[in-house]
């Protein structure tokens, strides 16, 4: 396909007719770009057709494809005039995979001028959307005007896979339809997700929406995602630890303010430093000199022996946690979140301690703190509220430091991943942290969970105490606060884990904190 013949007959027929055009000299010379500029924008049905078929073929191919829709996009075609009460339709998302097309965009019928939109694939046939609507305000700089938006997805497989734009017909009451176009989509798999995420409001996104709109689409992104994501690179700084019994495993995203403090108190440990080896897991590989220069000079400052391990992209918690994983060398894992600081030296030995009293504990965890001495954490639960809806929360959270039920050692649902300790065995036999979460939230409670499936039992000791300056990394997550991927988590938590969480949860005590078997 870069080079037409030089002579000879081009015939191209579809549900649109058929054409038939003599093909001069100089088409030997014209590339498929040189045509495409000319002709793309006036044939969008042969467009169609030339996107479906390259990029069906090889990764080249489909690079070029993306390329052309880029460099020479279709104009964004809307339906009415902006205003107060005019009617208006537009398509501003249309975020297409192998199983289908996310659609969004924008809505108001003050006079039910509308009766359907149809999503077209490159055959001509027509989809209809079932179309979920909630109140909105445009941006500002469109007139900051109150109208509908809209979600829907159309399931159909593979035929718009490649496509960056593609069209829409808009029925309209008097028998007539409208072309709509979008803006053209991105083609960067970091800005898919973010305009993916950002499709509906948080308070929009219900279980319904995330079943019939959301849930197969984000599912597809996390999975090209995790098929992205390179082997990562390790910088040793300093001497390791020879045969050490336990890694801790740290990832990092963005946030290094506490790395001074965490190493300082790590390396005044003697017990850690002669027992366990420290992992850093880079989430953030644009930040890999900066890191590990800071590293270098607190091994210098401290004495501690660390690994840097540096992630290919950015991930994700579950990919960074089992990156860091699978090149540990001990026996036992802790997992320990890098805003977390021990309030005092043992804290490692005890918790191992704890995971090796009984043969049927199969994770541990510490009482966690905020900065005022409040609790944070004193063992992981799960609660539901008034629509049914399944959640993770923290025994005593925002109670005293030594509140007396926080206290008392015990057995829990499940311990956060901010602070958690298990065999590195275990770990590998349920596969490590779940990969599905989006960025990072519900893997923690979802690997207690697998830890239970093989008859082990969750501990939380209360004599261990760390401080947790709570959720500071993920807010550097753009995509994490603007967008729905924690309702999305704890949707797909709950669709996994609800007979476990209802079972754990009518034991009794286990709502107030004081089951102890």
């Known amino acids: 396909m870069e080079h037409l013949p030089e002579k000879g007959l081009l015939v191209l027929s579809g549900p649109w007719g058929l054409a038939i055009r003599k093909l001069e000299t100089d088409n030997g010379r014209r590339t498929l770009g040189q045509w495409w500029a000319n002709y793309a924008r006036k044939l969008p049905e042969l467009r169609d057709f030339l996107i479906s078929d390259l990029g069906g073929r090889t990764a080249l191919a489909r690079a070029a494809v993306s390329d052309l829709q880029s460099s ?48 077209i694939d490159p055959s ?12 909105g305000v445009l941006p500002d700089s469109q007139g900051g005007h109150r109208i509908k938006r809209f979600v829907a997805y159309a399931p159909v497989a593979k035929s718009l896979q490649h496509h960056l734009q593609p069209r829409f017909d808009l029925r309209l009451a008097s028998g007539e339809s409208f072309i709509l176009i979008p803006p053209p ?33 984000f599912a597809d992104l996390q999975s090209r995602v995790k098929a992205a994501v390179g082997a990562p690179v390790e910088v040793s700084i300093g001497t390791p630890v020879q045969d050490p019994a336990i ?53 210098l400052l401290y004495g501690l022996p660390v690994r840097l391990i540096v ?40 918790l191992c301690a704890g995971l090796l009293m009984d043969e049927h504990v199969g994770a541990v965890g510490a009482k966690l703190l905020y900065a005022d001495n409040s609790i944070q954490h004193a063992g992981l639960k799960f609660i539901q509220d008034e629509k049914g809806r399944w959640f993770n929360h923290h025994y005593f959270k925002g ?76 807010k550097k997550s753009a995509d994490y606060t603007r967008g729905v991927a924690s309702q999305y988590n704890r949707w797909l938590h709950q669709s996994r884990w609800q007979q476990d969480m209802e079972y754990l949860m009518s034991a009794p005590g286990a709502q107030d904190g004081m089951t102890t078997s």
């Open 72 to 119: 020479e996009p279709l104009p964004a075609k809307r339906h009415g005039v902006l205003g107060d009460v005019t009617p208006f339709c537009s398509i501003e998302t249309a975020l297409t995979s192998e199983d289908g097309v996310l659609v969004g965009g924008w809505l108001r019928d003050p006079a039910g001028m509308y009766v359907g939109l149809d999503l």
């Open 124 to 135: 001509g046939e027509a989809h209809p959307l079932s179309l979920h609507s909630f109140d």
């Open 247 to 299: 890694s801790i495993v740290i990832p990092v995203y963005r946030v290094l303010e506490f790395l001074k403090a965490q190493i300082a108190a790590f390396a005044a440990d003697s017990w850690l430093a002669e027992h366990a080896e420290v992992l850093f897991v880079l989430d953030s590989p644009e930040q890999a000199t900066q890191v590990e220069d800071l590293l270098a000079g607190f091994h």
């Open 185 to 217: 989509q991105p083609g960067e798999l970091g800005d898919i997700r973010a305009k993916a995420l950002s499709v509906v409001p948080p308070r929009h996104a219900t279980d319904q929406v995330m079943e019939e709109c959301l849930s197969r689409p």
């Open 311 to 350: 992630m290919d992209r950015n991930a994700g918690y579950a990919h960074a946690c089992n990156a860091g994983a699978a090149l540990a060398r001990g026996r036992y894992l802790a997992m320990v979140n890098s805003d977390v600081v021990p309030v005092q030296p043992g804290w490692l030995e005890q």
């Open 399 to 474: 109670f005293p430091r030594l509140f007396p039920q926080a206290g008392v050692s015990r057995e829990v649902p499940g311990v956060t991943g901010a602070c958690l300790v298990l065999s590195k065995a275990d770990f590998d036999e349920v596969g490590g942290f779940t990969t599905d979460y989006i960025i990072g939230d519900y893997e923690d409670s979802d690997l207690c969970l697998k830890i239970r499936r093989l008859n082990r039992r969750i501990y939380y000791l209360s004599d261990v105490e760390l401080y947790h300056f709570e959720r500071i990394s993920i």
